[in-house]
């Protein structure tokens, strides 16, 4: 686990994050990350409990009904059907790597080694993409590769082959 936000009707949100990311400087990009993901279920979600809070039957049942408990494997690739978990990424991606900077970063990059169109996601130029991204922005690794996806940068289909490079 890396994040928790528990809801509490009538209270803030509670938000934990995992001591081994608060305590390595090595984590400084996965902290900031991992924060900024909470935030998004803070500011976006919390309502939802005000609303319509779950009843201690459920929590009896289902005691972690009131959190949103944010895992590596359910923040990257987190469907659209998972909504919560994609809009947390979303928000995250959009304060962090905002789009128009995304860009301008790579664009120069991309220009020099004559890289036109989205890159394939596997590929060794979506590598050097990240790695862009994760340095200027000081983002994880995971959050500049879903970002860029995001902004349409890196593809996962296999780009059709150019007429003019054949």
């Not at 928790?4 to 994050?17: D, Q």
């Not at 993901?37 to 009896?60: I, M, R, S």
């Not at 928000?91 to 905002?98: E, N, Q, T």
Request: hydrophobic share 40%; proline share 6%.
């Amino acid at each position: 686990m890396r994040g928790v936000t528990e809801f509490l009707r009538g209270r803030k949100p509670a938000v934990k994050i995992s001591s081994r990311l608060t305590e390595n400087p090595r984590y400084e990009n996965r902290l900031r990350t991992t924060m900024t993901h909470e935030y998004g279920h803070v500011h976006f979600h919390a309502y939802l409990w005000e609303l319509n809070p779950p009843t201690p039957d459920l929590l009896k049942q289902m005691p972690l009904a009131n959190k949103q408990i944010c895992k590596r494997e359910t923040i990257i690739g987190a469907k659209e059907t998972d909504w919560m978990e994609w809009q947390a990424g979303y928000i995250c991606g959009a304060l962090l790597v905002p789009a128009s900077p995304a860009r301008d970063v790579l664009r120069d990059h991309m220009e020099k080694h004559d890289l036109f169109g989205a890159l394939q996601a596997d590929s060794p130029d979506a590598g050097d993409a990240v790695r862009i991204v994760v340095d200027r922005f000081q983002v994880s690794q995971e959050a500049a590769r879903l970002r860029l996806l995001q902004l349409g940068v890196l593809a996962t289909a296999v780009p059709a082959r150019s007429l003019f490079n054949q």
